[in-house]
């Protein structure tokens, strides 16, 4: 198993970008060996998956809220699964997860992260 943790939350003003990467807590390599997602939840709302990409950096999906602007990507470098959100929209505000799995899904996530704030406001 493996526990991710978010990173890169912050605050941006619409029409900014963001990156935020998914790392493994423990050892850093674990999470090469497991397919990664973001989803996200804003205020009130359901979770929402945004994006998974597989161990051999296949994307399965990507979602229509997000797609031409949001890309996923693994760093093999820093064993990192990282989303770079461009064109932020106030809609994009949300809590961020990133959850690992055997398998990419858009539920069904083994290991979540707990989150990081993403805030788009002017």
């Known amino acids: 198993q493996v526990q991710p943790v978010e990173s890169g939350g912050g605050s941006v003003q619409p029409g900014g970008s963001l990156r935020l990467s998914c790392a493994a807590s423990?050892?850093?390599?674990?999470?090469?060996?497991?397919?990664v997602g973001w989803f996200r939840q804003p205020p009130g709302k359901e979770r929402e998956g945004i994006s998974c990409?597989?161990?051999?950096?296949?994307?399965?999906f990507v979602s229509d809220s997000v797609k031409g602007r949001f890309t996923i990507s693994r760093d093999n470098a820093k064993y990192t699964v990282d989303l770079q959100m461009n064109d932020l929209k106030p809609e994009d505000t949300a809590v961020y997860y990133c959850?690992?799995?055997?398998?990419?899904?858009?539920?069904?996530?083994?290991?979540w992260g707990n989150g990081t704030l993403v805030t788009v406001s002017a």
């Open positions: 959850a690992a799995a055997n398998l990419c899904g858009r539920e069904g996530m083994n290991w």
């Open positions: 423990e050892f850093a390599s674990d999470l090469v060996h497991y397919a």
């Open positions: 990409i597989t161990q051999s950096n296949f994307i399965t």
